[in-house]
């Protein structure tokens, strides 16, 4: 009889524990990840600031950390570092004044318009941010680019972001297209096509290495019928950039034609054969169907490239390894080599501001392009 | 199935397709011209890279030579070098060890989380977030700048929060809800690993961690954690609450029912998933060069390193790069269909 | 225009979907082919408009053998069960896409708008998108849109499936008007056999690819060639006994009666339609049996009945009031019972 209740009160602890861990359930859930989350991302995060705001020393036993408030910062935009940085910069002379001048005019009518339409504080200060970046951009594209001037590690970087993810959206549109078409082997062309994705972008570095040789590469005899067997690609700053740029366009295409030829592939096939019918040509079917349709899949899939490719690192460090000079050197370089030098202050300034600039350039996208797509669901 | 000739005339039968599902001749030339000469773009490197491998010092170093036992002599040197006399089998089976691992644990971990913020509705208040990030700002100070001994620190931020829970929290009734926690979770992705490397790997130094797979596997496990939230999140959205919902009313619980019933309807899902995150781990640098050394180096880095070691001898680098491709090429030309869904889920929802 | 399908076949790999098909639409004639699910109806429409190629056979619109000709030059407009709007594009834009595809005058374009939209009633509504619209507008869209052209013919697929009960009614009442204004040949495939006998002009029934019977509605409801056609027209369906036909009299095991017909068939078929039937007491009817379960639909009964072994319904008055498993006659007059061959299911009289 006395074994009785103790059973009894088991069971009901069991019950109740059960019911505790229901209840919490979606905590518990939750709790690994976000403690991972924690960190590994916030914690670091938070940490990088203190660093980014601090110099580092090394000293007997150990080192130490000083705090030196925006000494970093200064450094990397005003000061010694600059030329790094920003790149050496000249003068605008005044056609370059007047293209500035036309462009903050479009800011401000952009910035108008909103104001006119549908106005909320926050959207403001976003779009002045958005503006404020982008007018920054232009004007040291304009003080660095032209000849006489040095471009910097921020400008390298736009470059390989925008001129990269350019090309391979085009280049993966016009694949995916082509591929979409009745054709035999769409298969077989599919999984080829996904290889270069899932080659080591170091791996991939080595290749273009190996087929640029224009003395021993692949294409040695081509180069020396056409008279430049001599020349090396790796000495000058924009054929390094472009190399560069072709291995990380080589591997990345790929992930545009994989994504675009499987939204080509749902589309709406009624409205196509409504079209069809109508005796619409295949531009305007493009034009009227097809676009509209991938545009939301479209504008997400390179916002996702777009976050991507602003870390860049595995093909400009094996590639050139920066060179010749700073050249081909991403922000994501810079930050590793001021790491190399000991210099963590640097390092982690460095590591914030390409995080200040990647995430207003992909947020900006997010919200007036992504958004626009999606304005007809 | 041609019936009897074209009566049109030359510039419409060129361009325009005789029926709705085949191409007319001259765009049909047109597209697989462009799509034979993209494919022989994507194969040629890599056929360079195997014919390479194959090759000695001397056959490099006086000219191209494109086709085995046509040009030249192909050798197995390179091979037996990298293969038996290097330490390649240490990296090699560093990369399987952490990769599997960490996008397994990611996996677990991320599934549960989108998984929970799918069906589970939070609501946590953003005093409480607010007071949390001040606290962890605050203990760093203090450890950092004020030489403050860090478990003191740590246990005075602690009760600091319950006191806040039990106070001022209680009266603001602001919260943050599942789709802010989501869109948290995922923006991590925004953050470039060389922010948050460097704290880091002082991190692991302190636990003396350094230069182990541990290290790897748990910092690669939270990298990818928000892809693999951000994929499976659609997938969980995607399954009907029906088959959910009646399991929990037989007395399943939460646990229960998302592994033996969400979990395997979203099977090929998480295998696109897992696939994805296998590859991203299998192939990243950066992390790998900071945090190993010489006993959890992984392929990329010794691959990088070739570049030091011993300059630009291409034959030994090319069997690196071979047998790094191979396997991850054989997986996914299998099941690329299964990732190109899974990519195609993730952006349609953004 | 006159269409023509002279010998239609068509087959999806191995699979042969549509057997051997002939049919005739006269000019202005609104045709209704009718089918269940896997009968081929869709494909036959979609091989009049050229959006399947035809494995063997040939289609004529008008005198024109389009057989191998693309659907934007065979003069055809198309209303899709989906309606397929362009959502991006307002309502006007979407009506004038086919003129502005042909590249025409803008002029033209706007005075076309117009003048459809304001027979089909959307003039109010040109501005708006798609995703504004309620399902009858979009309906009213598509509409206009296939209008627009006065093409040769109209084939439509299902345009009324999407919409509710009551609209779909509204909206075949419209659409019969606006055919018989327009005067435009019609080809409109539905699986709804009250849309079928309420609107066409004809009938073609299909089952499995093959034709079962190309008539006017009447006629099918009162001769039907066979048995599946017997069976798919008329709600509630024709009641159908198995059984023997000797010299004219039709003998089952819950009774035997007369027919129209002379003939003798060892297995036969006979179908009465429940309207014709009355319930009666036990001796007085053509066949005995009894009740299974009444329903009341308000201004009748219908009276399921277990008679032999199978079961029959009967239309009755409102008042009926028997209840269930009382043994009850079945009463109906010789002209309606409809005979068939059990074997191949060919009418015999």
Known sequence: MALAPTVAAQTTTRRTRDEWVDRNAGRMMVLPAVVILLAFAIFPLIISVYLSLSRFALEAGGFRLKFVGFYNFRRLLFGAQQYHFLGTLKPLNWPEWIGLGAFAILMLLWLGRYVATGFTALGFIGRLISAGLATGSVTLALATLPAGAYQGTLLTTYFYVLVGVTVQFLLGLGLALLCAQPIHGRYLFRVIFFIPLIVTPVGVAYMFRMLADMQKGPFAPLSSALGFGEWSWATQAWSARLMVLIGDTWQWTPFMFIVLLAAIESQPRDQLEAARMDGASSLQTFRDITWPAIAPIAATVVLVRLIEAFKIIDIPNVLTAGGPGLATESLTLHSFIAWRTQDLGGSAAVGYLLLFVSTITCVSFFTYVVRWTRRYQ | MTRGTDPRPLMRRLFEPRRLDTMAPAPRIFTYAVLGLWTLIVLFPIYWVLVTSFKIELQVDSGPYYLPFVDFQPTLDAWTFMLLQNNTLG????????????????????????YALVRIRFQVKLAAVLTFIVLVIGVIVAVGALDVPWPAALVAAIVLLLLALNTYVRRFNAAVGNNDIEFWMISNRIMPPIVAVLPIYVMFQHLKLLDTQIALISTYTGVNLPIVVWLTRDFFAGIPLDLEESAEIDGASKFRVFFTIALPLVRSGLAATFLLVLILTWNEFLLALFLSNANAQTMPVLVAAQNTTRGPQWWYMSVLIVIMIAPVIAIAGLLQKHIARGLLVGAVKG | MRVRLANIHKSFGHVEVVKGLDLEVEDGEFLVVLGASGSGKTTVLRMIAGLESVTSGRVLIGDRDVTDVLPKYRDVAMVFQSYALYPHMTVFANIAYPLVVRKRPKAEIQASVSDVARQVQLEPLLDRYPRQLSGGQRQRVALARAMIRRPAAFLMDEPLSNLDAKLRGYMRAELKHMQHELGITTIYVTHDQTEAMTLAHRVALLEKGVLQQLDTPTNMYNSPANLFVAGFIGSPPMNLLDGALVDG?????????????????????????????????????????????????????????????????????????????????????????????KACGQRIG
């Open chain 2, 91 to 114: 990296p090699y089976l560093n990369s399987i060890v952490v990769a599997l691992a960490s996008t397994f644990l990611a996996l677990l971990i991320g599934s549960l989380a989108a």
């Open chain 3, 249 to 341: 009299r039709f003998s089952t095991t819950a009774g035997s009666f007369a027919t129209p017909s002379h003939a003798s068939h060892t297995t036969a078929v006979a179908g009465v339609r429940p309207e014709d039937c009355r319930v009666t007491e036990v001796g007085r009817g053509n066949i005995v049996g009894e009740v299974y379960t009444t329903e009341l639909m308000g201004d009748h009964t219908l009276v399921t009945c277990q008679v032999g072994g199978t079961t029959m319904i009967v239309k009755a008055e409102k008042t009926f009031n028997r209840r269930n498993g009382e043994a009850i006659g079945v009463d109906f007059a010789d002209v309606a019972v409809h005979l068939f061959d």
